[in-house]
């Protein structure tokens, strides 16, 4: 595997054969952020080197801030799969790949270490910085494939990475007794509901019935934005944060 200059002047290089060209674009305006779901950090990464596992991602965090470049940003790296965000499809074309060393629900979802989450905002930043990627556009897998991705995970450190100009949040709206759709519920209300998850990015169908997949889309919602409770129902907690949200976002002002 050919060696290349890092685009992050902090990273280690180490090379990933899986990539190709960016498609119908050259400037990245995304990135997604992902943990590495292995409880092995080193056997994660290897998994991301190798040629049969054709995945890959730009940069894995390790737990003790290492931070390394497995693929160059203008190339296209293999880390989103099938994944929607605000009409686009092809979500690794338009990213940045950072892949958190994390061994995820399955090995019971420890915490981030602070040291590693200091290197993923300065990461994210320069990132930012050099690619112009509006802080909204900072994103976790789950929120581009809800149902098939659970990842960073409710335990990721959002409002710490907003605090230093990463990403969208607001305080979740406290939660309360109150009227909730679920599953199975139908109505203009729930039209509504899906309108304001489809405004936000979120590849939600327009219907007036909360499918298994709307269902999907809110527990995606909720895991990124309103992490004390990841059910798939959208109480009055998850809809209040979800307006907010609406509503500091520049383009719905």
């Not at 280690?12 to 409880?39: C, F, K, Q, W």
């Not at 527990?219 to 004390?228: G, K, Y």
């Amino acid at each position: 595997m050919n060696r290349f200059p890092p685009d992050y002047h902090k990273a280690h290089v180490l090379p990933s054969p899986n990539h190709g060209e960016r498609v119908g674009l050259i400037a990245p305006d995304m990135i997604i952020l992902h943990y590495t779901g292995m409880e092995s950090e080193d056997g994660a990464i290897d998994w991301l080197r190798r040629p049969e596992s054709e995945v890959s991602s730009h940069y894995v965090v390790r737990e003790n801030g290492e931070v390394l470049q497995l693929v160059p940003e203008s190339r296209r790296a293999w880390h989103a799969g099938k994944s929607f965000w605000a009409g686009k499809t092809d979500i690794n074309s338009h990213s940045i790949g950072i892949e958190i060393a994390n061994p995820g629900h399955t090995f019971g979802l420890p915490d981030f270490p602070d040291r590693q989450i200091d290197a993923v905002i300065d990461l994210c930043r320069d990132c930012m910085r050099r690619w112009q990627i509006r802080p909204e556009r900072v994103l976790g897998h789950s929120d581009v494939a809800p149902v098939r991705k659970v990842d960073p995970g409710e335990k990721f450190p959002w409002a710490r990475l907003h605090a230093a100009g990463i990403g969208h949040w607001v305080e979740p709206s406290p939660i309360s007794s109150g009227r909730f759709f679920q599953q199975g519920d139908s109505g203009p209300p729930v039209e509504a509901l899906q309108t304001m998850l489809s405004l936000y990015g979120y590849r939600t169908e327009i219907t007036g019935i909360f499918s298994e997949s709307m269902k999907g889309d809110v527990e995606a919602f909720q895991r990124h934005f309103r992490p004390d409770r990841v059910d798939g129902i959208a109480d009055a907690s998850t809809i209040e944060t979800l307006h907010r949200l609406l509503t500091a976002l520049e383009r719905f002002a």
